[in-house]
């Protein structure tokens, strides 16, 4: 069955510190990869998407994703994190097989950030 | 722009009761979105319109539950009867020319049924 998996719940890093959050998928080919950020009492915002080409990719806030075809991942890392980046962080995919297919949001990540 | 309007932002009713949630889409949006957040069971699509119509209901729970459009600027999710597992948060989002694009989200609807 096509799937999208956040392995982390939660994770805490220290202000500054890497920050690497995990997104793995099933699906029978690369589907459109996406990765959405939900701030408390707000809707989500778009971070970051691969359709296709080069595998790293740049969004918005200093972050960045890597896509991996042979591990099935799409992982979301920033160099350094700000306290201004708690929130939680959802990873969606899309199933690159034509015409509509609907999206599938994995079950987020909450990240926590200690000063 | 405003970015995706909904209302109310917050809802509180009893069981049995009518709820009916709105969302105004980002001008120019020709696709929309309503989904549904719990702890249980995450983000859900609840349904997908493209061009005022409904092309993906199958997220809808039961017949409980109704959308609508009637123009490209204004969108209603139905709830009739409530019960308290409709208790959630309601997302609309709107999205451009491609249903892949960026979503747009709105600030949702956290409905309470008691």
């Known amino acids: 069955a096509q799937s999208v998996t956040q392995p982390d719940i939660h994770i805490t890093v220290s202000e500054g510190a890497s920050l690497e959050l995990r997104c793995n998928y099933s699906y029978g080919a690369t589907p459109y990869l996406f990765w959405y950020v939900q701030s408390p009492g707000q809707g989500l915002q778009l971070l970051l998407k691969y359709f296709s080409g080069d595998t790293l990719v740049q969004g918005i806030k200093g972050f960045e994703a890597e896509f991996k075809r042979s591990q099935s991942s799409f992982n979301l890392r920033k160099p350094s994190v700000h306290w201004s980046d708690a929130a939680e962080y959802f990873c969606a995919v899309v199933p690159n097989s034509g015409g509509y297919q609907k999206v599938t949001f994995g079950t987020g990540t909450k990240l926590q950030v200690i000063p | 722009d405003a970015g995706v309007i909904q209302s109310p932002r917050h809802e509180v009713t009893e069981m049995g009761q009518e709820v009916t949630l709105r969302c105004k889409p980002i001008?120019?949006?020709?696709?929309l979105f309503w989904y549904r957040q719990t702890m249980m069971r995450g983000l859900e699509l609840l349904i997908y319109?493209?061009?005022?119509?409904?092309?993906?209901d199958s997220g809808m729970p039961e017949d409980r539950f109704s959308a609508k459009m009637p123009n490209a600027s204004f969108s209603t999710l139905k709830i009739q009867p409530s019960e308290p597992r409709d208790s959630a948060v309601y997302f609309c989002a709107s999205s451009g020319a491609e249903p892949y694009n960026e979503q747009f989200f709105g600030p949702g609807t956290r409905l309470t049924v008691l």
């Open positions: 319109f493209n061009n005022n119509v409904p092309i993906d």
């Open positions: 001008s120019g949006h020709n696709s």
